[in-house]
C-alpha cells in the first residue's frame, strides 16, 4: 500500500476553499492516498467574500458578485448544487460623476472605451476638443513598449480627458488601485493585444465585441435585459458556507502558519497554535506579503516586499424609501478622480440586486479609498459615515438618517499589479520550481482579484499539486 501523502493549504480565501474541494473530489473520485488539511489564520472562512444578513437585508461587505461568462466561478457553483439559488442583476441606467453632475455611462462603450460614436459625441463627459483628441485612436500606430502602465497605454490613444473621466474611474475601480502605476499586461492584457492586432482599439472592439443586434419589441414589457452578474439569494457568502459545510475537518481555524521549513522528504510546516504539520506538499494562498517572513529562510520572496497593497472601506447604508426624495434611475456611479469627492462610487444596491433589501427600503453602498486617499479607510465609523452622506446629498436629496449602516474596512487587502507584475512573478515561480518543489503560490495577489480568477488559481494549484505528487 501506497504511504499517505501529505498536503497543506494555507489560507481559507475563496481560492484556498476552492482548492481544498477540488484536491477532496479527487482523492475520493481516484481513490489517492493523499490528505489534504486547510489552515486558516482567522475564526472566520471566505477572506473578502463576506455578507451580513439584516433586518430582511442581504448586505455585501466584500465582492458583490462575479461574470456570469466566466467559467471556474459557474463550474464551482455547479459542483456544489447552487445553481437554483443563483440570482441575476438587475440592469439600469450607470453614471459618471464628473465635474458635480452625473453623466449616463454613453451607450456602446466597453470599460470606457467609445464602440458607437454617436453617443460618445452627445456625451458631456468630454469636450469637443477631448472628443477630437480621443478620435486620434483611428490613425496613431501601435505601440513599440511591451509592458506599460495602463495609464500611459490609454492617454497615448486617447488623451487625458477620456481617460480621466470615462476609462480610469471604470478600471482604477477594479483593483483600488492608480492606473498610472497598474501593470497592462497583468490586468488588461486583452486591449494591449487588440491594439497590436488591429491598431485602432475602437475599430479592434468593434471587430471583436460586436453590438447585440436590438431585440424586437416584445408583448411583455416587463421583459428586462439579463444582468451580466451572478450572485446568490441569501448572499454571495452562500458559496463559502456550501465549501465549508462540504469539507468539514479538512478546516482547521485559528491556525496561522507562522513558518515552513524545507526537509529532506518534504516540509515541517509550523503553525500559531504549536502544532507542526509535515506535508509534501503545500499550496499557499495567503496575501504575498506573508511569503518572505513564512519562508524566511530563502529569498525567492523578497521582491514581493515591494508590491504594494492599497485600503479601501465601504459604507452600507439601509433607508426607508422614503428617505430619499430625489432618486435617480439607475444602479450606480463611479466618480472621476477629477471631482472633489471623496467617494470612489456608489451602488444603488436595491435596483442592481433586488433580493438585497425588503419592499418599501433602500439599500445604498459607497465606497472609499482612492490611491492618494488611504488615510480615509482609518476615520471612525462616524466620519467616515458623514463623509459619504455629504457627498451623496450632492446628487440624491436623502433626508433621514440611515436606519443603520454596515461599515467594512480592507486595510491592505488590494494588492497592486505594477508594471513588471507578471516577469516577476515567472521569476518567482521559476525560482520556487527549483528550491521549493512542490509549493505552490494561488490567490488575488498574483493572476487577478476577481473571484473566478482565485477560483481559477485554486484549480490551477490542485493541477500542479497532483503532477508533482504522481513524479515524487
Same mark, same amino acid.
Given at each position: 500500500m501506497s504511504e499517505m501523502k501529505k498536503i497543506l493549504i494555507a489560507g481559507g480565501g475563496i481560492t484556498g476553499l476552492t482548492a481544498a474541494y477540488y484536491l477532496q473530489k479527487e482523492i475520493t473520485e481516484k481513490d489517492l492516498p493523499y490528505e489534504v488539511k486547510l489552515v486558516e489564520a482567522g475564526s472566520r472562512l471566505g477572506g473578502k467574500i463576506k455578507t451580513v444578513r439584516r433586518n430582511g437585508f442581504v448586505i455585501e461587505q466584500g #465582492?458583490?458578485? +462575479?461574470?456570469?461568462?466566466?467559467? @471556474? /466561478?459557474?463550474k464551482l457553483t455547479d459542483e456544489l448544487g447552487l445553481r437554483n439559488q443563483i440570482v441575476r442583476n438587475g440592469t439600469g441606467q450607470s453614471f459618471i460623476l464628473a465635474g458635480d453632475k452625473l453623466h449616463k455611462m454613453p451607450k456602446g462603450s466597453f470599460m470606457g472605451i467609445p464602440?458607437?460614436?454617436? #453617443?460618445?459625441? +452627445?456625451?458631456?463627459?468630454?469636450? @469637443? /476638443?477631448?472628443?477630437?483628441?480621443?478620435?486620434?485612436d483611428f490613425?496613431?500606430?501601435?505601440?513599440?513598449?511591451?509592458?506599460?502602465?495602463?495609464?500611459?497605454?490609454?492617454?497615448?490613444?486617447?488623451?487625458?480627458?477620456?481617460?480621466?473621466?470615462?476609462?480610469?474611474?471604470?478600471?482604477?475601480?477594479i483593483y483600488a488601485g492608480n492606473i498610472d502605476d497598474m501593470s497592462i499586461?497583468?490586468?488588461?492584457?486583452?486591449?494591449?493585444?487588440?491594439?497590436?492586432e488591429h491598431r485602432s482599439l475602437i475599430k479592434g472592439l468593434r471587430e471583436t465585441k460586436p453590438e447585440q443586434p436590438k431585440r424586437k419589441k416584445n408583448k411583455n414589457k416587463d421583459e428586462k435585459k439579463q444582468g451580466m452578474f451572478y450572485s446568490f439569494q441569501n448572499g454571495l457568502e452562500t458559496l463559502?458556507?456550501?465549501?465549508?459545510e462540504t469539507l468539514g475537518d479538512v478546516v482547521e481555524r485559528n491556525a496561522a502558519v507562522d513558518h515552513v521549513e524545507k526537509k529532506d522528504h518534504g516540509y515541517h510546516v509550523l503553525l500559531s497554535n504549536g502544532d507542526v504539520y509535515k506535508a509534501d506538499a503545500v499550496i499557499m494562498t495567503t496575501p504575498h506579503?506573508?511569503?518572505p517572513k513564512v519562508f524566511s529562510q530563502f529569498d525567492i520572496f523578497d521582491r514581493f516586499q515591494e508590491m504594494p497593497s492599497t485600503s479601501v472601506a465601504n459604507v452600507?447604508?439601509?433607508?426607508?424609501?422614503?428617505?430619499?426624495?430625489?432618486?435617480?434611475?439607475?444602479?450606480?456611479?463611479?466618480?472621476?478622480?477629477?471631482?472633489?469627492?471623496?467617494?470612489?462610487?456608489?451602488t444603488w444596491t436595491h435596483k442592481k440586486w433586488p433580493n438585497a433589501a425588503p419592499e418599501g427600503k433602500a439599500l445604498v453602498r459607497c465606497y472609499v479609498g482612492k490611491p492618494d486617499d488611504q488615510t480615509v479607510v482609518n476615520l471612525s465609523d462616524e466620519e467616515i459615515t458623514d463623509i459619504v452622506l455629504n457627498d451623496l446629498n450632492k446628487t440624491m436629496n436623502i433626508t433621514q438618517k440611515p436606519e443603520f449602516s454596515v461599515i467594512s474596512r480592507w486595510t491592505n487587502a488590494m494588492p497592486q499589479y505594477t508594471v513588471g507584475h507578471t516577469e516577476r512573478l515567472a521569476n518567482v515561480r521559476k525560482s520556487m520550481h527549483?528550491?521549493?518543489?512542490?509549493?505552490?503560490?494561488?490567490?488575488s495577489s498574483y493572476e487577478g482579484v476577481g473571484i473566478p480568477d482565485c477560483i481559477g488559481q485554486g484549480e490551477q494549484a490542485v493541477a500542479d499539486v497532483l503532477q508533482f505528487l504522481e513524479k515524487k
Open positions: #465582492p458583490d458578485s +462575479f461574470l456570469s461568462r466566466k467559467q @471556474p /466561478a459557474v464602440k458607437q460614436i454617436r #453617443p460618445f459625441l +452627445f456625451s458631456g463627459l468630454v469636450s @469637443p /476638443a477631448g472628443k477630437l483628441r480621443a478620435g486620434m490613425v496613431l500606430p501601435r505601440s513599440k513598449q511591451g509592458d506599460q502602465s495602463l495609464g500611459s497605454f490609454f492617454r497615448r490613444r486617447f488623451g487625458n480627458q477620456l481617460v480621466e473621466n470615462l476609462i480610469e474611474p471604470l478600471l482604477s475601480g499586461m497583468a490586468t488588461f492584457p486583452n486591449f494591449y493585444e487588440l491594439e497590436q463559502v458556507e456550501q465549501l465549508e506579503h506573508t511569503l452600507a447604508m439601509a433607508f426607508d424609501e422614503s428617505a430619499i426624495t430625489q432618486d435617480i434611475d439607475g444602479t450606480g456611479f463611479v466618480v472621476s478622480r477629477n471631482s472633489d469627492y471623496r467617494i470612489t462610487a456608489c527549483k528550491e521549493l518543489p512542490g509549493v505552490f503560490i494561488a490567490g
